[in-house]
């Protein structure tokens, strides 16, 4: 298995920055729970009052996509694309550092 790793990056509507930092911030504290989930750090952007950005990264890009079917994944989707304004995304194949466990 590969491990995976994503840089996505949250435009949100006009004010909602906060907003969606709390949602997503509530998504990081369910994910102890989640198998595959080494890391999901919420980033508030330093230059951009409505740039949110999370890092993550996974045992590999299969328990990503299967944490995206959870439930409680699927609610907070839900009450997050309204705060949403834009998405870029990248995806990742990490290779070793601080903080990357050794299979």
Partial sequence: MQAFGLYTKFRTQEGQRDA???LLLEAAGGMDTVEGCELY???LQVDDPNGVWVTELWTDAA???ASLALEQAQ???GQARPLIAGVEQ???QPVGGKGMRRA
Avoid: D, S
Wanted: net charge positive; proline share 0%; charged share 15%.
């Fill in 90 to 92: 990248i995806k990742l």
């Fill in 20 to 22: 969606l930092a709390k």
């Fill in 41 to 43: 750090l919420v980033n």
């Fill in 63 to 65: 328990a990503h996509q």
């Fill in 75 to 77: 609610a907070l989707i």
